[in-house]
Nanobody, 123 residues
Framework: QVHLVESGGGLVQAGDSLRLSCTASERTFENLAMGWYRQAPGKEREFVAAVRLNSGITLLTDSVKGRFTISGDNAKNTVYLRMNSLKPEDTAVYYC????????????????WGQGTQVTVSS
């Protein structure tokens, strides 16, 4: 059973940066895509970004474009989310997600979730 291990959350001030990491315990499918969702208090979980590890193709939601960067290390089954210019509205629990057989990021479907890591941005 593949599981995801996340790290990198924390408490920062507006304008600061953070980097989240997530590693899949094993690689059973070549077309692995990994990404991040977030859930703020009282809101639904929303897609943030994803990357296909074998190609490096990325997809980000509009609200984070220009501030967040997603990248992957295919050899390490690891995805990184670099978050710059953080805003209080970025405060949420960030969940790593894996789509084990992805062919198109716009159709990302989560097969496995990470446990979540809290990101808090103070004003």
């Amino acid at each position: 059973q593949v599981h995801l291990v996340e790290s990198g959350g924390g408490l920062v001030q507006a304008g600061d940066s953070l980097r989240l990491s997530c590693t899949a315990s094993e690689r059973t499918f070549e077309n692995l895509a990994m990404g991040w969702y977030r859930q703020a208090p009282g809101k639904e979980r929303e897609f943030v970004a994803a990357v296909r590890l074998n190609s490096g193709i990325t997809l980000l939601t509009d609200s984070v474009k220009g501030r967040f960067t997603i990248s992957g290390d295919n050899a390490k089954n690891t995805v990184y989310l670099r978050m710059n210019s953080l805003k209080p509205e970025d405060t949420a629990v960030y969940y790593c997600a894996a789509d084990l057989t992805n062919y198109r990021l716009e159709s990302f479907q989560t097969d496995i979730w990470g446990q979540g890591t809290q990101v808090t941005v103070s004003s």
